[in-house]
T-cell receptor, first 113, second 112 residues
Framework: QQPVQSPQAVILREGEDAVINCSSSKALYSVHWYRQKHGEAPVFLMILLKGGEQKGHDKISASFNEKKQQSSLYLTASQLSYSGTYFC??????????????FGKGTLLTVNP | DSGVTQTPKHLITATGQRVTLRCSPRSGDLSVYWYQQSLDQGLQFLIQYYNGEERAKGNILERFSAQQFPDLHSELNLSSLELGDSALYFCASARGDGNTIYFGEGSWLTVV
């Protein structure tokens, strides 16, 4: 089942913050976040495994609430290079991974000067 | 460069034809995934192989098939092509389960 991402699109000015949400109707084993620029391959940002941990690097972090089957990606002090489409991918929990990484439809993030 | 190699990069073919897309995973990666990306459907999971065995199947049409060979490279075969099959096909690889998945640059397929 495809996770639902919100918002569908967001426009920021450089230096502003953004939150992208990803939710599933199924219990999740893991959540993966990727960024894709137009015409390029998706690039890995981070994985969160069930356990509710929060991960991050630099000014991009994410949380995973396994009880709510939700994950959020936080982008702080956005830079022009953050522009792109952000995808969350989820693996359902079937006593472990179900090995099917299913992606949401993406959130288009545009950072303007 | 993710280390995942896909060929060809671009392919234009007629309806009804058959094509094969090839993927070489990163060195040491045992898992190979295939995804289809189109404007209206986003990234659709097709199929996953792990060390030569099919591990998971997604929204893969019966006209499509895939395999992973002993040297771990994989091929996606698309037959009886239709206009709607035009899309970007990504291969991705991972060391095993629950690991970072690295995407190749994709193969652009245009069916005319």
């Amino acid at each position: 089942q495809q996770p639902v991402q919100s918002p569908q699109a967001v426009i920021l000015r450089e230096g502003e913050d953004a939150v992208i949400n990803c939710s599933s109707s199924k219990a999740l084993y893991s959540v993966h976040w990727y960024r894709q620029k137009h015409g390029e391959a998706p690039v890995f940002l981070m994985i969160l495994l069930k356990g509710g941990e929060q991960k991050g690097h630099d000014k991009i972090s994410a949380s995973f609430n396994e009880k709510k089957q939700q994950s959020s990606l936080y982008l702080t002090a956005s830079q022009l290079s953050y522009s792109g489409t952000y995808f969350c991918g989820t693996e359902s929990d079937s006593g472990g991974s179900n090995y099917k990484l299913t992606f949401g439809k993406g959130t288009l993030l545009t950072v303007n000067p | 460069d993710s280390g995942v190699t896909q060929t060809p990069k671009h392919l234009i073919t007629a309806t009804g034809q058959r094509v094969t897309l090839r993927c070489s995973p990163r060195s040491g990666d045992l898992s190979v995934y295939w995804y289809q990306q189109s404007l209206d459907q986003g990234l659709q999971f097709l199929i996953q192989y792990y060390n030569g065995e099919e591990r998971a199947k997604g929204n893969i049409l019966e006209r499509f098939s895939a395999q992973q060979f002993p040297d771990l490279h994989s091929e996606l075969n698309l037959s009886s092509l239709e206009l709607g099959d035009s899309a970007l096909y990504f291969c991705a690889s991972a060391r095993g389960d629950g690991n970072t998945i690295y995407f190749g640059e994709g193969s652009w397929l245009t069916v005319v």
